[in-house]
């Protein structure tokens, strides 16, 4: 027997179940899991995934036993419906839309009002009690989209004068409404649409020289392949490619009865999300418009009216609500919501349609949401019971914590500001940037660096890539659910929409807002979370998560959960001091090279760089030793006894003389020397291969008293707070270790520092440790003899990246693009680390390591160390600890929580628990 390809639901039952999504795609599944549920979809059948794939195998043709199939699914629907497909009586229409395993949210096509044809148009408007209106509107609907959809876009079908066809018919709607003197679509009578339709048809011909087929069978069959068709459409392949979609998973195809919002005054339609997908709260909230179809929700030319009290925004205390307006439709709502909620247990994204007073749910699926919002419903559905404290850890994307870190705009500066206008607040945070009127411009003007602000009347998937590239994303027209607003959250950026006040001229480059006028390339700032669009860049402040509760408590479970430390990488006490509030349990990484540069300290670095004499060398190196010790003294305060890794000088010294002119002249003054000597000196200093070159320990090896001075300022900072009875625990890292020697070479240097610093402050212990960073290849190899000596690991990833793949981590720009455009490698592997690879050095690192030092402390300080991917591969790979940068370290902390539940670590569990116990008591 064939496999089956077409699924059947409606009447309460369906073939198809939720767990299968990749077969039905998710709407499909969730169709035939509301069905067997007793919620009120319309039938219908789905058409499955493998059926995509079979049809471009077969070069674009439906296969027989699928027509067949769904032909035989038709009856069904019919049978429940009570109605019959292409019938001169009663006719059923269809829908026919896509649906692949994860939402595409407006990448791909939809036709909707198959099935009206010169046979059918009699019956329907009987059935409609004779509203010709409506029924003339829905054929207007369905030949404009058919034309579009599936002559010109599916089938290819040229128009004749290059002028798309969608663009044409819209043309003439909007003439004849502008002779009209209307704006409404619902304005426009019987008597205008039945003439305009046959104008559509003959402009359907005439431009792409095939009549529009009035036959309700082709229609379907033509309907199902451009939905087939359109899997393949540039918009779906750019939103797949950024969204990480496999191009090959195919998209399924839903045929559906159709029901009608738009049949007069009686019947809606509308978009809901169970609970509020902006900030989180558990509050229904939806929009929905009256004598309307769904797509005029999503497309934002209407803006439509909030479903209950919830979801009224300040200026809408008057608006009349569904809630208001038709109780008991929407009380019967209301129970679907609480249903769909218990049933799948996540926030819901529904639409639904009201016919007649009679409602029908036409979709849920998971609803997208913002990062904010993403916490809080994860926290409350936890402390609701409707999911476990474990599921609501997994449940939130680490990345997504950014949004809540995320800056906003000034108050104050708000305060100060000129507001532009105000519109509906889609997406939180603060957007500052230049303003762009096409998403071309937008994405152009961010690869040359720029911030900019995309306004737009309304955005459509033909903008993602703008969207994308943008600061922030401001409409003109749309609601909440508008594709701005959803696209937007979805990536967690800010966005105004419905913001009425502009008057856009996209062509002129400008928008007149009231007596202003912004043109390209002007400042504007938007306050995402309240919807306020101000002229000018103002300032922004960082994020306070730790005044979100619900935040606070989720980090509070990760925290109780992982089984791993999280550090932070940095070299102030300010730093130090956001780490920590950010839940930095220690410094993995201060750079000491980064305390160089302050202008009264570099004088004295260039001037040991370019000593002639060892001993004018120590003098120059000396110099520093007191602003280095006051630098370690600030952090050791700041971290108040939680370990501090610090890592002796790194980079090649040429890096602290790149001078202009003047510069050399005044160093040579200072210096008592010609301004040509000093050239000489720093010409000598030059490398081919500068990050192969005199760089890490070597420079130590090759200037001793570079490390003598370095150690002495760590060690004596912390002697001095020993004696004042503060604790401090420093780590001293010794940088691109790759043989041993090269280890016990400086390590020599730093004990005996540590004999004389005990000695000058009367101490007869003094607590530190001196370890070594793993970032060269040969270092993983030999790590067994290495960790004879070292105390603690740190990989330093990026370099074992750099060196590993012999990748330039300066140049990898000139080839990256490359490589991820012919898929040669998923991701940069400088941002996620590539595990198949680099990682199995890691985890010979680690065992080598600690085969002859079986309690080494090992972490990992390079970039990797923040992110989520990477930091469960360190989980996984035995890690004590990962450290990353302030703002990374929420985000570490809870991919750390999530690869515990993932893969929890067996062996150290017991121990484990109780150390994360008593963090997330914290
Ligand atoms: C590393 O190489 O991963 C590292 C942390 O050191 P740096 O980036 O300073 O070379
Ligand atoms: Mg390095």
């Given at each position: 027997?064939?496999k089956?390809?077409?699924?059947?639901?409606?009447?309460?039952?369906?073939?198809?179940?939720?767990?299968?999504?990749?077969?039905?795609?998710?709407?499909?599944?969730?169709?035939?899991?509301?069905?067997?549920i007793?919620?009120?979809?319309?039938a219908?059948?789905?058409?499955?995934?493998?059926?995509?794939?079979?049809?471009?195998?077969?070069?674009?043709?439906?296969?027989?036993?699928?027509?067949?199939?769904?032909?035989?699914?038709?009856?069904?629907?019919?049978?429940?419906?009570?109605?019959?497909?292409?019938?001169?009586?009663?006719?059923?229409?269809?829908?026919?839309?896509?649906?692949?395993?994860?939402?595409?949210?407006?990448?791909?096509?939809?036709?909707?009002n198959?099935?009206?044809?010169?046979?059918?148009?009699?019956?329907?408007?009987?059935?409609?009690?004779?509203?010709?209106?409506?029924?003339?509107?829905?054929?207007?609907?369905?030949?404009?989209?058919?034309?579009?959809?599936?002559?010109?876009?599916?089938?290819?079908v040229?128009?004749?004068?290059?002028?798309?066809?969608?663009?044409?018919?819209?043309?003439?709607?909007?003439?004849?409404?502008?002779?009209r003197?209307?704006?409404?679509?619902?304005?426009?009578?019987?008597?205008?649409?039945?003439?305009?339709?046959?104008?559509?048809?003959?402009?359907?011909?005439?431009?792409?020289?095939?009549?529009?087929?009035?036959d309700?069978?082709?229609?379907?069959?033509?309907?199902?392949?451009?939905?087939?068709?359109?899997?393949?459409?540039?918009?779906?392949?750019?939103?797949?490619?950024?969204?990480?979609?496999?191009?090959?998973?195919?998209t399924?195809?839903?045929?559906?009865?159709?029901?009608?919002?738009?049949?007069?005054?009686?019947?809606?339609?509308?978009?809901?999300?169970?609970?509020?997908?902006?900030?989180?709260?558990?509050?229904?909230?939806?929009?929905?418009?009256?004598?309307?179809q769904?797509?005029?929700?999503?497309?934002?030319?209407?803006?439509?009216?909030?479903?209950?009290?919830?979801?009224?925004?300040?200026?809408?205390?008057?608006?009349?609500?569904?809630?208001?307006?038709?109780?008991?439709?929407?009380?019967?709502?209301?129970?679907?919501?609480?249903?769909?909620?218990?049933?799948?247990?996540?926030?819901?994204?529904?639409?639904?349609?009201?016919?007649?007073?009679?409602?029908?749910?036409?979709?849920?699926?998971?609803?997208?949401?913002?990062?904010?919002a993403?916490?809080?419903?994860?926290?409350?559905?936890?402390?609701?019971?409707?999911?476990?404290?474990?599921?609501?850890?997994?449940?939130?994307?680490p990345?997504?914590?950014?949004?809540?870190?995320?800056?906003?705009?000034?108050?104050?500066?708000?305060?100060?500001?000129?507001?532009?206008?105000?519109?509906?607040?889609?997406?939180?945070?603060?957007?500052?940037?230049?303003?762009?009127?096409?998403?071309?411009?937008?994405?152009?003007?961010?690869k040359?660096?720029?911030?900019?602000?995309?306004?737009?009347?309304?955005?459509?998937?033909?903008?993602?890539?703008?969207?994308?590239?943008?600061?922030?994303?401001?409409?003109?027209?749309?609601?909440?659910?508008?594709?701005?607003a959803?696209?937007?959250?979805?990536?967690?950026?800010?966005?105004?929409?419905?913001?009425?006040?502009?008057?856009?001229?996209?062509k002129?480059?400008?928008?007149?807002?009231?007596?202003?006028?912004?043109?390209?390339?002007?400042?504007?700032?938007?306050?995402?979370?309240?919807?306020?669009?101000?002229?000018g860049?103002?300032d922004?402040?960082?994020?306070?998560?730790?005044?979100?509760?619900?935040?606070?408590?989720l980090?509070?479970?990760?925290?109780?959960?992982?089984?791993?430390?999280?550090?932070?990488?940095?070299?102030?006490?300010?730093?130090?001091?956001?780490?920590?509030?950010?839940?930095?349990?220690?410094?993995?990484?201060?750079?000491?090279?980064?305390?160089?540069?302050?202008?009264?300290?570099?004088?004295?670095?260039?001037?040991?760089?370019?000593?002639?004499?060892?001993?004018?060398?120590?003098?120059?190196?000396?110099k520093?030793?007191?602003?280095?010790?006051?630098?370690?003294?600030?952090?050791?305060?700041?971290?108040?006894?939680?370990?501090?890794?610090?890592r002796?000088?790194?980079?090649?010294?040429?890096?602290?003389?790149?001078?202009?002119?003047?510069?050399?002249?005044?160093?040579?003054?200072?210096?008592?020397?010609?301004?040509?000597?000093?050239?000489?000196?720093?010409?000598?200093?030059?490398?081919?291969?500068?990050?192969?070159?005199?760089?890490g320990?070597?420079?130590?090896?090759?200037?001793?008293?570079?490390?003598?001075?370095?150690?002495?300022?760590?060690?004596?900072?912390?002697?001095?707070?020993?004696?004042?009875?503060?604790?401090?625990?420093?780590?001293?890292?010794?940088?691109?270790?790759?043989?041993?020697n090269?280890?016990?070479?400086?390590?020599?240097?730093?004990?005996?520092?540590?004999?004389?610093?005990?000695?000058?402050?009367?101490?007869?212990?003094?607590?530190?440790?001196?370890?070594?960073?793993?970032?060269?290849?040969?270092?993983?190899?030999?790590?067994?003899?290495?960790?004879?000596?070292?105390?603690?690991?740190?990989?330093?990833?990026?370099?074992?990246?750099q060196m590993?793949?012999?990748?330039?981590?300066?140049?990898?720009?000139?080839?990256?693009?490359?490589?991820?455009?012919?898929?040669?490698?998923?991701?940069?592997?400088?941002?996620?680390?590539?595990?198949?690879?680099?990682?199995?050095?890691?985890?010979?690192?680690?065992?080598?390591?600690?085969?002859?030092?079986?309690?080494?402390?090992?972490?990992?300080?390079?970039?990797?160390?923040?992110?989520?991917?990477?930091?469960?591969?360190?989980?996984?790979?035995?890690?004590?600890?990962?450290?990353?940068?302030p703002?990374?370290?929420?985000?570490?902390?809870?991919?750390?929580?999530?690869?515990?539940?993932?893969?929890?670590?067996?062996?150290?569990?017991?121990?484990?628990?109780?150390?994360?116990?008593?963090?997330?008591?914290?």
């Amino acid at each position: 027997m064939a496999k089956k390809s077409v699924y059947f639901f409606g009447g309460g039952k369906a073939d198809g179940t939720l767990k299968m999504k990749n077969l039905l795609g998710g709407k499909g599944a969730n169709l035939a899991d509301m069905a067997s549920i007793g919620i009120p979809v319309p039938a219908g059948f789905t058409i499955t995934t493998e059926v995509c794939t079979e049809y471009y195998d077969n070069k674009g043709r439906i296969p027989k036993h699928v027509t067949d199939e769904y032909l035989k699914a038709l009856k069904k629907v019919e049978k429940v419906m009570g109605k019959k497909y292409g019938a001169k009586k009663n006719p059923l229409l269809l829908s026919v839309r896509s649906g692949a395993r994860m939402s595409m949210p407006g990448m791909m096509d939809t036709v909707l009002n198959i099935g009206l044809c010169a046979e059918t148009i009699p019956g329907l408007i009987e059935a409609s009690g004779g509203d010709e209106r409506f029924v003339y509107d829905a054929y207007r609907r369905l030949i404009t989209m058919y034309a579009d959809v599936v002559m010109e876009k599916a089938q290819g079908v040229e128009p004749a004068d290059g002028e798309s066809i969608r663009h044409k018919l819209e043309h003439a709607y909007d003439a004849l409404k502008a002779k009209r003197g209307v704006t409404e679509d619902t304005d426009l009578t019987a008597e205008d649409l039945k003439p305009l339709c046959e104008e559509f048809k003959a402009t359907v011909k005439k431009s792409l020289g095939v009549p529009f087929p009035d036959d309700a069978y082709k229609q379907l069959e033509g309907g199902i392949k451009a939905v087939f068709q359109s899997w393949m459409g540039k918009r779906a392949i750019a939103y797949r490619n950024i969204e990480g979609i496999p191009h090959d998973w195919g998209t399924a195809v839903n045929v559906q009865a159709m029901v009608f919002g738009n049949m007069g005054d009686t019947s809606a339609t509308g978009v809901a999300f169970t609970r509020n997908p902006a900030n989180g709260e558990d509050a229904f909230y939806g929009e929905w418009l009256i004598n309307a179809q769904g797509e005029d929700v999503v497309a934002g030319t209407r803006t439509p009216l909030p479903v209950n009290k919830a979801s009224k925004t300040p200026d809408q205390k008057n608006v009349q609500s569904l809630e208001e307006m038709w109780p008991k439709t929407y009380k019967q709502l209301f129970a679907i919501r609480n249903k769909l909620e218990k049933h799948y247990t996540d926030m819901q994204d529904i639409e639904f349609t009201i016919e007649d007073k009679e409602l029908w749910m036409l979709q849920t699926r998971t609803g997208k949401r913002t990062g904010p919002a993403a916490i809080r419903m994860a926290v409350e559905m936890a402390e609701q019971k409707l999911i476990s404290k474990e599921t609501a850890i997994m449940r939130v994307n680490p990345e997504q914590i950014n949004e809540l870190l995320h800056p906003m705009v000034d108050p104050a500066a708000e305060k100060r500001a000129n507001v532009l206008a105000k519109g509906l607040p889609a997406g939180p945070g603060g957007g500052v940037g230049q303003v762009v009127f096409n998403s071309d411009d937008a994405a152009e003007w961010a690869k040359d660096g720029k911030k900019v602000i995309l306004v737009r009347n309304e955005t459509s998937p033909e903008d993602v890539h703008g969207m994308h590239a943008s600061a922030g994303i401001l409409t003109a027209k749309g609601g909440m659910t508008s594709h701005a607003a959803l696209v937007a959250r979805g990536w967690g950026k800010c966005c105004i929409v419905g913001c009425g006040a502009l008057n856009i001229d996209a062509k002129g480059k400008k928008v007149t807002i009231g007596d202003k006028v912004v043109k390209e390339g002007d400042w504007v700032s938007m306050n995402g979370t309240t919807g306020v669009l101000y002229e000018g860049q103002l300032d922004v402040l960082p994020a306070q998560p730790d005044r979100n509760p619900w935040y606070k408590k989720l980090m509070g479970w990760a925290d109780a959960t992982r089984q791993i430390n999280v550090r932070t990488n940095c070299e102030t006490p300010e730093d130090a001091a956001q780490a920590i509030a950010f839940g930095a349990e220690g410094i993995g990484l201060a750079r000491t090279e980064h305390m160089f540069f302050e202008p009264e300290r570099i004088i004295h670095v260039r001037e040991m760089i370019l000593a002639s004499s060892e001993a004018d060398r120590r003098a120059a190196v000396m110099k520093l030793l007191p602003f280095q010790k006051k630098d370690f003294l600030g952090i050791f305060k700041a971290m108040a006894g939680k370990p501090v890794t610090v890592r002796l000088l790194d980079p090649p010294l040429h890096e602290f003389v790149t001078l202009d002119e003047s510069q050399v002249k005044e160093l040579a003054k200072h210096m008592g020397l010609k301004p040509e000597q000093v050239q000489a000196r720093i010409a000598q200093l030059h490398e081919l291969n500068p990050m192969l070159g005199h760089r890490g320990c070597r420079l130590g090896i090759a200037y001793p008293e570079i490390t003598e001075m370095q150690a002495t300022a760590i060690l004596s900072a912390a002697a001095e707070l020993a004696t004042k009875k503060i604790k401090v625990l420093p780590e001293i890292m010794i940088p691109l270790v790759g043989h041993q020697n090269e280890y016990k070479n400086q390590a020599a240097i730093i004990r005996a520092v540590a004999e004389d610093v005990k000695k000058k402050y009367k101490l007869k212990t003094l607590d530190f440790l001196v370890g070594t960073m793993i970032e060269i290849p040969r270092a993983c190899l030999v790590a067994d003899k290495i960790a004879e000596e070292a105390e603690f690991f740190s990989f330093g990833t990026n370099d074992l990246t750099q060196m590993g793949f012999g990748f330039s981590r300066d140049d990898i720009g000139g080839f990256l693009p490359h490589y991820l455009k012919e898929e040669i490698l998923p991701v940069d592997p400088f941002q996620v680390l590539d595990q198949e690879g680099i990682g199995q050095l890691v985890e010979m690192g680690v065992a080598r390591g600690r085969s002859t030092r079986p309690d080494l402390k090992v972490g990992i300080c390079g970039e990797h160390g923040g992110e989520p991917k990477s930091v469960k591969f360190c989980h996984r790979s035995g890690l004590n600890y990962v450290s990353c940068s302030p703002f990374r370290v929420p985000i570490a902390r809870l991919a750390a929580a999530q690869a515990a539940l993932e893969t929890p670590r067996k062996v150290e569990k017991k121990a484990a628990k109780k150390k994360a116990a008593k963090r997330g008591k914290k």
